[in-house]
């Protein structure tokens, strides 16, 4: 019955710190879909902005330090010569450093401090040390023997890959109704609502945010001959002259001509990963 009880709140405290950690990751998702922008969203310095210029994914590893631990490791999973723009240490723990080389018996450097959030979230820069480091294991060192801490890794790149770990992170699944609204369609080309739950999908327990999102739809015809509001090509317009002179019976479709990208917050193996997704939601319809 001991042993029960021992393990039960174990495993308590881990989905804890997931939570935790989860909750971190969701904070700066909403911070970019309210700003628009993952610049707009971070409080870096210039330097570190420009650096984040063309970046449009954020991933998140987190590890709970066990108990009486003053040191733990990296492990480094990418390939050394890819550089990342931005890798970065979050806990609110004061003075970390970090050992170089094998065993970490190597000189010790101070971590830099990036910034310090209201909740005494503490962000240090890694960025110097995973990127230029030809060993494939780091280690940092804690000032002081801490209980019940966990700290997350974010890095900033355009990579698909996880490239760093800790120890393994379980996931959270939450169940939510499936729905998909029918599309209303019209008589002349325009756009239509069309609301997709990632749910129906086999991939959808590991999207966080958003559960839903409107991605709406083309519907209609296109009119002859066409006008500039519909966006039509040229070689839609050749198919309204040929039509309007009734030689064809091929007329041009009611399509989407704009798009617009889409912020996903997901799971990916034991990370969780911020990017924006191209042509996701349709800005405008036209005839092509």
């Known amino acids: 019955m001991l042993r029960i009880l021992i393990i039960t709140g174990i495993l308590f405290r881990i989905i804890l710190a997931v939570e935790n950690s989860t909750e971190t990751l969701i904070d700066l998702y909403n911070k970019i879909n309210k700003?628009?922008?993952?610049?707009?969203?971070?409080?870096?310095?210039?330097?570190?902005?420009?650096?984040?210029?063309?970046?449009?994914?954020?991933r998140m590893v987190?590890?709970?330090?066990?108990?009486?631990?003053?040191?733990?490791?990296?492990?480094?999973?990418?390939?050394?010569?890819?550089?990342?723009?931005?890798?970065?240490?979050?806990?609110?723990?004061?003075?970390?450093?970090?050992?170089?080389?094998?065993?970490?018996?190597?000189?010790?450097?101070?971590l830099p401090l990036i910034s310090t959030s209201s909740n005494s979230i503490q962000s240090y820069d890694l960025t110097h040390f995973l990127n230029n480091h030809h060993q494939r294991f780091i280690y940092i060192i804690l000032p002081n023997l801490v209980e019940q801490q966990n700290i997350s890794l974010f890095y900033y790149s355009k990579s698909n890959k996880n490239l760093f770990s800790f120890s393994p992170t379980k996931h959270i699944q939450r169940r939510f109704r499936r729905t998909i609204l029918p599309t209303n369609p019209s008589v002349t080309c325009a756009k239509h609502e069309y609301e997709i739950d990632f749910n129906q999908?086999?991939?959808?327990?590991?999207?966080?945010?958003?559960?839903?999102?409107?991605?709406?739809?083309?519907?209609?015809?296109?009119?002859?001959?066409?006008?500039?509001?519909?966006?039509?090509?040229?070689?839609?317009?050749?198919?309204?002259?040929?039509?309007?002179?009734?030689?064809?019976?091929?007329?041009?479709?009611?399509?989407?001509?704009?798009?617009k990208p889409l912020c996903l917050l997901y799971y990916d193996r034991d990370e969780l990963v911020i990017k924006y997704h191209r042509d996701m939601i349709v800005q405008e319809c036209g005839c092509r």
Do not use: M
């Not at 993952?38 to 310095?45: G, M, Y």
């Not at 490791?73 to 170089?100: D, M, T």
């Not at 002859?224 to 050749?238: D, E, G, K, R, V």
């Open 201 to 259: 999908f086999s991939f959808g327990k590991w999207i966080l945010q958003p559960k839903r999102f409107n991605a709406y739809t083309c519907s209609g015809s296109c009119p002859n001959p066409l006008s500039p509001q519909y966006y039509p090509s040229n070689h839609a317009i050749l198919l309204s002259l040929i039509r309007s002179q009734k030689q064809h019976e091929q007329q041009a479709l009611c399509v989407p001509v704009r798009l």
């Open 62 to 110: 987190s590890y709970k330090v066990p108990n009486n631990r003053i040191s733990f490791g990296i492990r480094i999973k990418k390939n050394l010569n890819e550089q990342i723009a931005l890798i970065e240490l979050r806990c609110n723990i004061s003075s970390i450093y970090v050992r170089l080389g094998k065993y970490g018996q190597h000189r010790k450097y101070r």
């Open 35 to 58: 700003s628009g922008s993952l610049l707009k969203a971070t409080s870096f310095d210039i330097n570190t902005q420009i650096k984040l210029k063309h970046i449009n994914t954020v």
